[in-house]
């Protein structure tokens, strides 16, 4: 888990959008960033947010872990059919292409051919549909490369309709991009 591409996401989801944060694991046990190696307990797994009624979406980080437990895919799946949100930024995508959701649908990915074939792992991806884009939002899938943790953050905002309006997204763009 990159613990820096989800920290604006669930600041600005809990501050301004007055959401609920759950965390999910495969278990309760404490999950340590890929760099900064802080440790962040999960308040649920994954098994248990399945029997959640209420879930509106489900935000995947990057990072090195690439193992995918059927419950995952499971939850992964029963959302899309939903129409609930699944955005994923990183080498989070992998788990969207294995649930099979990214099928048809745009995507972007850090995991490019030859991270791939440099992982030793077989290509999970509908390649014909991946744009080499900083962020993508295709209905309710929205995707991200590992730097555009901002706009990846922003477009998961304006999926949960955060902002009063185009300005107040765009305010909110140039504030944390630093740009005056």
């Known amino acids: 888990m990159a613990d820096f591409e989800m920290s604006l996401v669930c600041y600005l989801l809990a501050f301004e959008g007055k959401k609920d944060i759950v965390t999910i694991g495969y278990e309760k046990e404490i999950v340590y960033s890929a760099g ?4 962040y307990k999960p308040s649920i797994t994954v098994k248990e947010a399945l029997e959640l009624k209420d ?4 935000i995947i980080p990057g990072g090195l872990n690439s193992e995918q ?3 995952l895919t499971e939850l992964i799946q029963k959302l899309n059919q939903s129409k609930k949100l699944l955005a994923a930024i990183c080498r989070g ?3 969207l292409a294995r ?3 990214l099928e048809g649908r745009f995507y972007t990915t850090t995991m490019t051919l030859e991270v791939i074939k440099r992982l030793g792992i077989e290509d999970p991806f509908p390649r014909q549909t991946f744009a080499n884009k900083r962020v993508i939002r ?5 995707t991200a490369i590992d730097t555009a943790f901002v706009e990846f953050s922003i ?5 949960f309709h955060v ?12 504030t944390f991009k630093g740009i005056d």
Do not use: H, T
């Not at 900064?36 to 440790?39: C, D, E, F, L």
């Not at 879930?55 to 489900?58: S, Y």
């Not at 477009?155 to 999926?159: L, P, R, T, V």
């Open 69 to 71: 437990r059927p419950e």
């Open 55 to 58: 879930v509106e979406g489900l």
């Open 163 to 174: 902002f009063k309006d185009i300005d107040d997204k765009m305010e909110m763009i140039k």
């Open 99 to 101: 649930a099979g959701v």
């Open 138 to 142: 295709d209905d309710n899938i929205i």
């Open 93 to 95: 995508p992998q788990y």
């Open 36 to 39: 900064s190696k802080i440790g």
């Open 155 to 159: 477009e998961i905002c304006d999926w």
